[in-house]
C-alpha cells in the first residue's frame, strides 16, 4: 500500500460524499484510450524488511575504501549532531518557507547561513544557496552579465585550472544566452594563472574574469596580481573558492580591490560525499550588486507588533513573479544540506574551521612528501598549494589506481583524460581524516605497485 | 506549547566556548604563505555544542512539516516522506562513497539508479530517462535545451518560440528566456482547457514546441491533449510536460502515451523525497525516441563489466553536462526505494487516492458554501477554490483565509497561483492524509467563514498563535537587513 | 476610483506624461499603477543621456508582489531622473503624478507613441476591471 490509511468504509463513504458510485469514475474526464491497464515494468512491492536488506546488500558491494581523491568533493568528518538535527521531520519535510509564520525554524536558519557564508566570503551579503559549485559559477557569470552594463560582449576569462566541469555545466546552461567562456592557460611550472595571458587582453571588452582559489590542482594562486589587473580595468571579478579555505586563507572580499561575486562548492561544511549529491552552491557579493543575485534570499523584519521576525525577500526578482523576464528560472535552494551546513558551521566555530583547514593542508603536504619519496613519483609544480597536489608518475595512471583499488585504496584522480598536456598526473589530496598510518598505508601500496608492474 | 522566540545564534556567543570535541588538534602550516593568510576570524558562531543543539532543535520546532500538520500546498504534493527512505539512502557506504571513485566500487549505488531509471521509463511511458538535473527547474532547463538541440540538429535553429498557457507556472516562461526562447502565451478556456483554436493560430514555423502541465495548473485534465499534440506535432513542434502534476494520473496514465516527446519529474513531489525547507529536489527527465540522443549527461548504462556511467564521449549529440558529478544522488535513492516499496500495485494507488480525496475535499468544501473556481468539472489531485465573492462581500481575502488556517495548526493551501483565478487557494491533500484530516481542514474553513462574516478584523489581522504576527515584507524588501551584525 | 489629471496624457501600459515649459516631457506611472502594485521597495532608474525609442523599456519599478518595467512613450533622450526615489521609492505611491516623477526626457522629431486623453485613459481603466 503506497502508505494510504484509508480503509473500505473510509472509501465508501467518500464516494458517496461525492456521489459517484466508484473510484474509476472520477477519471472519466480522461479520454479512454489514455488508461494503462498495469505498470508491467516495475517490480512487485517490497515491505520495508525487504527493502531494508536489499539496501544493505548493496551499500556492502559498495564498501568504504581509504578515499584520497578531492577534485571538487572532500571527505571531512561530520559530527553526529548535524545531521541527527537536520534530519529531524520538523526540518527534512517543511516545504519552502513561502508562509512565514509558520516556518520561522527554516527561515532563521537559512538567515544565520547567509551571514556565515556573507563573512566566510568577506563579503555583504549571501543568498540561500544553488544547486551545487558548478551551477553556481553558471549563475555567477550571468549575474556579471547582468551587472557589467558597461561590456557587450559577454566574454568571460577564466583558467584552464579552473575545475574543468565547472566549465562545461556553465557552457550548457549558460551558453543558450550569449555567453562565452575562454580559457587562459596557466602556468606550466607553478601551476597558477599565466598573469601574461591575462595580460593580453588588455583593451577588449571581457565581461569578467573568473579565478578559482586554490584552483583545481589545488595551487594557491596570485589573486592579488589577477584581481587588480581586473579591478584596473572596470572588470568584475568572481571568485572560486573552497569554504573548508576561507577560515585560513584571504577570502575573495579581501583581494587586492576585492572580488565582486564569491561562489564554490559547499559541500565541505557537513555534507556527505554520497557519490556526488546533493551538495549546495553557495554565493555572496557585495551589497550593491544585491539585486542581481539569483536564488532566495532571508531578510529579518518585524511583524505586526514589531517583534523580529525572517521571511523570503526580493522575491519579486525571482521567476514565479518576473516570468519570463527573469533571468534564471531557480526556484529552489539546497535546503537540508544548507541546514546541514548551518549546523555544521555553528559547531565547528572560526577556530574549528581553522584547524580543519590547517590539517588537511598537513596532511595533504605529508601525503606528497610520503609519495615522491617513491620511485617513479614526483611533484608537477612548485607554487604553494592548500589540500591537493598534483603528482607524476612514471607510467599511465590507470593501472595504478586499480592497483590501489583492489587493496581498498582510492588513490586520488587520474588527470589524463582532462589535462593530457600533463602526461601521468594524478591529483591526490589528504583531509583532517587521514591519519600517519593511512599515509603510510598508502605509501607502502604504492611502492608495492610500483615495484610489480617493473618486476613484470 | 507555547512557542518561543529564539534569539539569533550569534547572539548565544561567548568568546572562547566551542564544541572543543569536534576540532582535530592544532597543526602547524610553515608552508603557507603570510600574505595569503586570513587576517580576521570570519563570523561564526563561538557556542558549545550543547548550544547549537539546543538552538536548532528548539528552532525546527516553529517550522510546519508534513510529519507535524497537514499540508495541503497545491501543486507541491506534500505526502508523507517515508523514514525507510531516509534510512537506507543513508547507510554509511552510500554517504561514504566520492563521486570520482571506480565504478567497479560503486556497483551497488548504480544498480539502484539504473533500476530508478527503468521503473521511470515504466510510469512515464517514455524511453529514456536521465537522472542527473538537480531540481524541477534544472530539469524544464534540459527539455527545452533538448528541443533546441533537436531542431538544431535538422537545420532548423530558427524554431525558437515556445508557446504556454497563459495559466502557466512561472518557471516556464523563465526557461524559455534562458534558452534563448521567446514565449508565446495562449489563452485557457472556460472551462479550463487549452484554447483549441487559439493554439491553431499560434503554432507556425518558428514554433519549437509548447510546455504544458496535465492535469494543468488549474488542477483539471487537459481534456483536449490528443489534439493538442496533433496540432503541434502536424506544425513540426514538440510538446514538453512539466510534471508537477504526475501524482493525480500516477498508475493510471503516462505522458508518453498522451503525445510529449519530452518531460521533467519532481522526484520530491510524485516519489516522496523530501522537501527540506526548499530542497534539494531531483528533476529527472525523460525522452522519447527522437529528442534520446539529447538527453545530459551522465546517465547508467550498463556494460560487460557491469554498470557504468555514460559521459560525453559515449552520447555526443547530449545537451551536456548540468551538474559538477551525477546530480542529486542522495536523493535518488531514497526516490529508489519509495518505488520499490510501492512496487506496482502501490504507484497505481498514488493516482487513484489522491484524486478520491482531492475529490471529497472539494464535495466537503462546496456543501460549507465555497465556489470551486471550475464547478463542472472533476478535481485531479488537487482543485481552486476562490474567494473573490469573500473579498468583495467581507472584505476578506484568501491571504487572510491562508494566516487563520496556521492558527488552527493547518498549514495554508497555495494562494494566488495560478494568477488566472483572483483569491484562489490550489489546494492539494495527497493520498496520504486520511478522512479525518480532510473533515477537520473542511470545519475549519467553514468556522474561518463564519468568523469573516461575524469578526472580520480577526481573520484580517491573523495569525494570532504563531510565534510571530503577520510579517511586514514590504519593511524586509525596502529596509533590507540580510545578515546578522553586531551591534556597536 | 484612482486619481486621473485631466492635463496630463496616458498610455495604454499605466504611463502619463506632462509637458514642461521648456519643451521637455516628465513621465511616470499612474495612481492606478501604482495602486496594483502596492507598496514599492526598489525602482531601478536608468542614467542621464541615454537615448530611449517609443515602447522600450528603460525602467523597473519593483514591489513586494511584482517587478514591472516601464515603457517610454517617446523616442528622446533622458535629460534628468528622479534621484530621490532611490532611497524614497514610495514616493511613487504617496504622489504618483508629483514627486513619484521618473524621468525627464527632450523629445526627438518624429512620432510619439499612442497617447491617450484623461478620458480615454479612464475608460481603459474601468474596461481592464472587467
Sequence with gaps: MAFIPHTPEDVAQMLATIGVASLEQLFDEIPAGLAIGSLSGVPEALNEMQIGRLMGERAQLDGRALCFIGAGAYEHHIPAAVWAIATRGEYYSAYTPYQAEASQGTLQTIYEFQTMIASLAGLAVANASLYDGASAFAESCLMAVRMNRKSRSKRILAARSVHPHYRRVARATAGHQGLKLEELAYDARSGRTSLAALAAHDGEDITAVAIQHPNFFGVLEDVDALASWARARGIPVIGIVNPTSLALIKPPGEWAGGADIAVGEGQPLGVPLASGGPYFGFMATRMEHVRQMPGRIVGRTLDAQGHPGFTLTLQAREQHIRRGKATSNICTNQGLAVTAATIYMSLMGPRGLARVAAACHARTHELAAALTRLNGVSAVFDAPYFHECVLRLDRPVAPVLAALASRGIQGGFDLAAEYPELGHALSVCATETKTAADIERYAAALADALRAARAA | ?488 | MSHIPSDLKYTKTHEWLRQLPDGQLEVGITDHAQEQLGDLVFVEVPEAGRTLAVGEAYAVVESVKAASDVYSPLAGVITAVNGALKDSPELINQDPFGQGWLVRIKPASGAAGELMSADDYARLIVAEGE
Design chain 2, 1 to 488: 506549547m507555547q512557542l518561543q522566540r529564539e534569539k539569533v545564534i550569534f547572539e548565544h556567543a561567548r568568546p572562547g566556548r566551542g564544541a572543543h570535541d569536534q576540532w582535530p588538534a592544532e597543526t602547524a602550516t610553515p608552508e603557507l604563505p603570510q600574505e595569503m593568510r586570513r587576517t580576521r576570524a570570519p563570523l561564526l558562531p563561538e557556542v558549545s555544542e550543547l548550544d547549537v543543539v539546543r538552538h536548532f532543535t528548539r528552532l525546527s520546532q516553529l517550522n510546519f512539516s508534513i510529519d507535524t500538520h497537514f499540508y495541503p500546498l497545491g501543486s507541491c504534493t506534500m505526502k508523507y516522506n517515508p523514514k525507510a527512505c531516509n534510512a537506507y539512502a543513508m547507510l554509511p557506504q552510500f554517504l561514504a562513497r566520492h563521486p570520482l571513485a571506480p565504478e567497479s566500487q560503486g556497483q551497488g549505488l548504480l544498480g539502484c539508479l539504473y533500476e530508478l531509471q527503468e521503473m521511470l521509463r515504466a510510469v512515464t511511458g517514455m524511453p529514456g530517462i536521465a537522472l542527473s538535473p538537480m531540481a524541477g527547474a534544472q530539469g524544464e532547463f534540459a527539455g527545452v535545451a533538448m528541443i533546441r538541440a533537436y531542431h538544431a540538429s535538422r537545420g532548423e535553429a530558427a524554431r525558437d518560440e515556445i508557446i504556454v498557457p497563459e495559466a502557466a507556472h512561472g518557471t516556464n516562461p523563465a526557461t524559455a528566456s534562458m534558452c534563448g526562447c521567446t514565449v508565446r502565451e495562449i489563452p485557457v478556456g472556460a472551462e479550463g482547457d487549452v484554447d483549441l483554436e487559439a493554439l491553431r493560430a499560434a503554432v507556425g514555423p518558428r514554433t519549437a514546441g509548447i510546455m504544458l502541465t496535465n492535469p494543468s495548473t488549474l488542477g483539471v485534465f487537459e481534456r483536449n491533449i490528443v489534439e493538442v499534440a496533433a496540432v503541434v506535432h502536424a506544425a513540426g513542434g514538440l510538446l514538453y510536460y512539466d510534471g508537477a502534476n504526475l501524482n493525480a494520473i500516477l498508475g493510471k496514465v503516462r505522458p508518453g502515451d498522451m503525445g510529449f516527446d519530452v518531460m521533467h519529474m519532481n522526484l520530491h513531489k510524485t516519489f516522496s523525497t523530501p522537501h527540506g525547507g526548499g530542497g534539494p529536489g531531483a528533476g529527472a527527465v525523460g525522452a522519447a525516441e527522437r529528442l534520446l540522443p539529447f538527453l545530459p549527461v551522465p546517465i547508467v548504462g550498463q556494460g560487460p563489466g557491469g554498470y557504468r556511467w555514460l559521459s560525453e564521449s559515449d552520447r555526443p549529440q547530449s545537451i551536456g553536462r548540468l551538474s559538477a558529478f551525477m546530480g542529486n544522488t542522495g536523493v535518488l535513492l531514497r526516490a529508489y526505494v519509495y518505488m520499490r516499496m510501492l512496487g506496482r500495485e502501490g504507484l497505481r494507488q498514488v493516482g487513484e487516492y489522491a484524486t478520491l480525496n482531492a475529490n471529497y475535499l472539494l464535495a466537503r468544501l462546496r456543501a460549507a458554501g465555497f465556489d470551486p473556481a471550475y464547478p463542472g468539472r472533476r478535481a485531479s489531485h488537487e482543485f481552486i477554490v476562490t474567494l473573490k465573492r469573500q473579498a468583495r462581500e467581507l472584505d476578506v481575502t484568501a491571504m487572510d483565509f491562508a494566516k487563520r488556517l496556521l492558527d488552527f495548526g493547518l498549514h495554508a493551501p497555495t494562494t494566488y497561483f495560478p494568477l488566472l483565478v483572483p483569491e484562489c487557494l490550489l489546494i492539494e491533500p495527497t493520498e496520504t492524509e486520511s478522512k479525518e484530516s480532510l473533515d477537520g481542514f473542511a470545519e475549519a474553513m467553514a468556522q474561518i467563514q463564519r468568523e469573516a462574516e461575524q469578526e472580520p478584523e480577526h481573520v484580517r489581522s491573523a495569525p494570532h498563535n504563531m510565534v510571530v504576527r503577520r510579517l511586514d515584507d514590504v519593511r524586509a524588501a525596502r529596509e533590507l537587513d540580510l545578515t546578522w551584525r553586531p551591534s556597536a
